[in-house]
């Protein structure tokens, strides 16, 4: 018995390095915005570029002061929040899964990937450090989600970090601190440093030091924003800092960001005339390469095995970084800053390119009959009772949105050593049908390991013919009813 591959990838140009490796090319789109407790507006096309011809692969969304007063925090603990509800929504129909999310107080980080590369993603984990009030208080700080794409290591970090002019040292230090006390629970990367490509981002406080209201306010009307990059406090301190020497970030060709008034362009008109700035920003940083194992140290200590292992990644499975776009979105006026939006295009070697199960539905479904599924493991993985297959609704926005689900362990019912059977019940099933997916999730690695291609689940020939209303036979038919609406 064959089974079919699940995979969905869509046609890519692959590119070769200097060294002959073939690199694949995938676009991510990223967004930082502080939102001043704004409530998220209706359309956010321009935003996410929906309409582009380059479909984004993955995006990355960090917001702060998302809205955390004690009512509404305690009820975003229970049900999405507007802003994840409001960029769920909107992805979801362009078959955009929310793989990952964390909050911290008003700072949020949310992680999409197209579903096609969601069995690629692994090793999945997120984490939060607060620097308000002493470390006590998650007002300012830094949030982060790490994950494996396709055996790559990534790390996206959003920070909000201390405001003012005078400050700027004080937040190099609690960027550093942030970067070396978040831990993960990987030993191949259990630093944010040991990642293979890093993100830091997010509204980072830098101002415009020393330049007057006048020269600032003449360099904007003018456009010669380059006159004012040597005294922006952030590029300033990388000059002296050898951590931010490691960050590589755009050009700044785009008006600073803050301060405005809201539901305007116009930069602050109050008696505190803040100074415009560029405090909202995205930077990266790829791993630096290890030197050469036959390098001594000034000690005569050797490189040890993790230096060997970074080299070795380094040289069999190439990644490279190239930035398509930096700029902001002056046409979102909710806050007193504008969103900043940065494109990357991310190539790489995949160190695997099939996921670690492959899954199918068996014959036609429908809610008139008991239900298979065929399942494969392609490559050996941690399994546990505790794993489960979904059924989803083409278009599902995450991880929760499943239709139903079953218990691979306890519902099989026949397997050899290629294919295993799994039992679904056809109460499960819902009556009205549709496209939907498989999804297999491994409690153990805690992220999906394989995806069925779309299939079609019939409308019940029963409930047809006895004209009966789907919400009296089935309680889940109303859960697809909603998501339709």
Not at 77 to 84: A, G, L, N, Q, T
Request: hydrophobic residues 40%; charged residues 25%; glycine residues 6%.
């Amino acid at each position: 018995m064959s089974i079919p591959g699940a995979g969905m990838t869509a046609e890519r140009e692959d590119q070769a390095d200097a060294g002959g490796h073939q690199l694949e090319s995938f676009r991510l789109h990223m967004v930082t915005w502080n939102v001043a407790t704004a409530d998220p507006p209706e359309d956010v096309t321009s935003l996410l570029h929906l309409n582009s011809p380059k479909p984004a692969d993955l995006y990355v969304i960090g917001l702060q002061e998302v809205y955390s007063g004690p009512v509404r925090f305690l009820s975003d603990m229970i049900f999405d929040d507007p802003w994840s509800h409001m960029f769920m929504s909107t992805l979801a129909p362009l078959s955009y899964v929310k793989v990952s999310s964390i909050r911290m107080q008003g700072l949020l980080l949310l992680f999409f990937s197209k579903l096609e590369h969601v069995p690629f993603i692994r090793d999945i984990q997120a984490t939060y450090t607060r620097t308000g009030i002493f470390g006590y208080w998650g007002n300012k700080g830094g949030v982060s989600i790490r994950f494996s794409f396709y055996g790559h290591t990534l790390c996206f970090l959003n920070c909000h970090l201390t405001p003012h002019i005078k400050y700027a040292t004080h937040r190099v230090g609690e960027f550093e601190s942030i970067v070396e006390t978040q831990m993960f629970d990987c030993n191949k990367a259990s630093k944010i440093v040991d990642h293979r490509l890093v993100f830091w981002f997010g509204d980072l406080n830098f101002r415009i030091q020393d330049h007057g209201m006048h020269f600032i306010r003449s360099c904007l009307t003018n456009k010669t924003y380059n006159l004012l990059w040597s005294n922006d406090q952030l590029n300033m301190m990388k000059k002296k800092e050898a951590l931010l020497q490691e960050f590589e970030e755009g050009m700044l060709d785009f008006p600073p960001t803050y301060k405005f008034d809201l539901n305007s362009d116009s930069y602050d008109s109050s008696g505190k005339k803040r100074k415009p700035a560029w405090t909202d920003r995205i930077l990266w940083r790829i791993r630096p390469k290890a030197p050469p194992p036959d390098e001594q140290e000034e000690d005569g200590s050797g490189p040890d095995a993790k230096v060997i292992r970074d080299l070795e990644e380094d040289e069999e499975f190439p990644l490279k970084v190239r930035q398509e776009l930096y700029t902001s979105s002056m046409e979102f006026s909710i806050s007193d800053h504008k969103p900043v939006l940065g494109v990357f295009s991310v190539e790489l070697k995949k160190k695997f390119e099939s996921p670690l199960v492959r899954l199918q539905p068996e014959g036609d479904w429908s809610a008139d009959i008991d239900a298979m599924i065929l399942y494969s493991p392609l490559q050996p993985f941690p399994s546990s009772s505790w794993d489960w297959i979904g059924l989803f609704k083409v278009g599902f926005s995450s991880l929760s949105d499943y239709i139903t689900y079953t218990w691979v362990k306890d519902n099989e019912v026949a397997f050899n050593q290629e294919v295993m059977q799994v039992f679904i019940s056809k109460e499960e099933i819902p009556v009205r049908g549709g496209d939907c997916v498989l999804c297999y999730f491994s409690s153990i690695l805690q992220c999906i390991i394989g995806v069925s291609e779309p299939f079609k689940v019939r409308e019940s020939w029963v409930a047809t013919e006895e004209g009966l209303l789907p919400d009296r036979i089935n309680g889940l038919d109303q859960i697809t009813m909603d998501k339709d609406l």
